[in-house]
């Protein structure tokens, strides 16, 4: 069945970049985009970036532009997301998921890293 | 960005009751709305996309309805694994966006 497994937990300081990889399973990984959305503690999920798996492209949110990076390795059908200039207000448990029946809503996630961001 | 908004924010409900969640968007979104359900340490669960069609798995007491900025997420008959935060998310533009969650709690 379809799995999307992440990377363990981070603990980063303020300023350090972060690396994350979304490992995929039971499916053709290039067949379906994959999105990162992270949710900081009581807070909604915030939609981060997609990459399309065939291709290679990429959209990223306006306010994380410039900071955030998605990149994927066909071979290993895997996803990563390089976040930088890390900030306290990045603390937050980040998730991958598989864009699904319009690429839009989200069917298939993995079960999140926890990444916390402290001096 | 377009703007969701959910209520009620909590919901204090029974087994066996009948739950709507309303959801509405900042501007037209067509239907392209999906609905989550989320348990503490828990990824969301994907329930109802494209505002009315239920996920492959997902219990016939969910339904959902609506069109352009308003849309309803309906659970019939309350079952006690249904407790948890709900939320709506738009994917009509390349900005997707989710609603601030409605916890449905026991009564």
């Known amino acids: 069945q379809v799995q999307l497994v992440q990377s363990g937990a981070e603990v980063k300081k303020p300023g350090a970049s972060l690396k994350l990889s979304c490992k995929t399973f039971g499916y053709t990984f290039t067949g379906f985009p994959i999105h990162w959305v992270r949710q900081a503690p009581g807070q909604r999920p915030e939609w981060m970036g997609w990459?399309?798996?065939?291709?290679?492209?990429?959209k990223y949110s306006q306010k994380l532009q410039g900071r955030v990076t998605i990149t994927r390795d066909t071979s290993a059908s895997t996803v990563y997301m390089d976040l930088s200039s890390l900030r306290s207000e990045d603390t937050a448990v980040y998730y991958c998921a598989r864009g699904g029946h319009d690429y839009g809503d989200y069917d298939n996630w993995g079960q999140g890293t926890l990444v916390t961001v402290s001096s | 960005d377009i703007q969701m908004t959910q209520s009620p924010s909590t919901l204090s409900a029974s087994v066996g009751d009948r739950v709507t969640i309303t959801c509405r968007a900042s501007?037209?979104?067509?239907?392209?709305l999906a609905w989550y359900q989320q348990k503490p340490g828990r990824a969301p669960k994907l329930l109802i996309y494209?505002?009315?069609s239920l996920e492959s798995g997902v219990p016939s007491r969910f339904s959902g309805s609506g069109s352009g900025t308003e849309f309803t997420l309906t659970i019939n008959s309350l079952q006690p694994d249904d407790f948890a935060t709900y939320y709506c998310?738009?994917?009509?533009?390349?900005?997707?966006?989710f609603g601030q969650g409605t916890k449905v709690e026991v009564k």
């Open positions: 501007q037209s979104i067509g239907n392209w």
């Open positions: 990459i399309q798996a065939g291709n290679g492209n990429t």
């Open positions: 494209d505002a009315s």
């Open positions: 998310q738009q994917y009509n533009s390349y900005s997707w966006t």
